[in-house]
T-cell receptor, first 112, second 112 residues
Framework: GNSVTQMEGPVTLSEEAFLTINCTYT??????LFWYVQYPGEGLQLLLK???ADDKGSNKGFEATYRKETTSFHLEKGSVQVSDSAVYFC???????????WGAGTKLIIKP | IAGITQAPTSQILAAGRRMTLRCTQD?????MYWYRQDLGLGLRLIHY???????GKGEVPDGYSVSRANTDDFPLTLASAVPSQTSVYFC???????????FGQGTRLTVV
């Protein structure tokens, strides 16, 4: 079946550090891939997405590239800020149904 | 634009009581979902609906029921609440296959 695996947290970085949160997936066909962010006390918001191989999603300085050869969708940001502290979820939707498959979430803590 | 509205925002409920969590969307999305989130991580799918008039069971359906009488509303009912149902509940919707989900702000439920 379809699945998403992302790195365990918490990830703790200093402000202006480089961020990578790994995400790999297992899926049949050609899924769409997503990163969602959840700030403390809030619901989930779509951060970025990619719908086909080699697509790069980007938003708010975050980027992720859909790598079909390595079945990965790693989230990166060149210089993190304290305001980026949140929980980040990697997810996929199969192209054959409506079902969102979620990673376990990675808590990111940025220290000033 | 309201998006997805959940009610109530929070609730303390006595064990054994019946409770309905409300979810309404104004985006005319076909698919709707109910998730629970424990310990600030890890979304688990309770029930889903691919279109009005149909529902399906997710990963953790026991103790919960849903209905989808129309496109906009997708209520979640706890027939007889138990303490293990203490959680944050999120409703979400998506337009169709391969499209991202939009989330409500959540309902924090405490069963005592």
């Amino acid at each position: 079946g379809n699945s998403v695996t992302q790195m365990e947290g918490p990830v703790t970085l200093s402000e202006e550090a480089f961020l990578t949160i790994n995400c790999t997936y297992t899926a049949t066909g050609y899924p769409s891939l997503f990163w969602y962010v959840q700030y403390p006390g809030e619901g989930l918001q779509l951060l970025l997405k990619a719908t086909k191989a080699d697509d790069k999603g980007s938003n708010k300085g975050f980027e992720a590239t859909y790598r079909k050869e390595t079945t990965s969708f790693h989230l990166e940001k060149g210089s993190v800020q304290v305001s980026d502290s949140a929980v980040y979820f990697c997810a996929l939707i199969s192209d054959s149904n409506y079902q969102l498959i979620w990673g376990a979430g990675t808590k990111l803590i940025i220290k000033p | 634009i309201a998006g997805i509205t959940q009610a109530p925002t929070s609730q303390i409920l006595a064990a054994g009581r019946r409770m309905t969590l409300r979810c309404t969307q104004d985006m005319r999305h076909n698919a709707m979902y109910w998730y629970r989130q424990d310990l600030g991580l890890g979304l688990r799918l309770i029930h889903y609906s691919n279109t009005a008039g149909t529902t399906g069971k997710g990963e953790v359906p026991d103790g919960y029921s849903v209905s989808r009488a129309n496109t906009d509303d997708f209520p979640l009912t706890l027939a007889s609440a138990v303490p293990s149902q203490t959680s944050v509940y999120f409703c979400a919707s998506s337009a169709g296959r391969g499209t991202e989900a939009f989330f409500g702000q959540g309902t924090r439920l405490t069963v005592v």
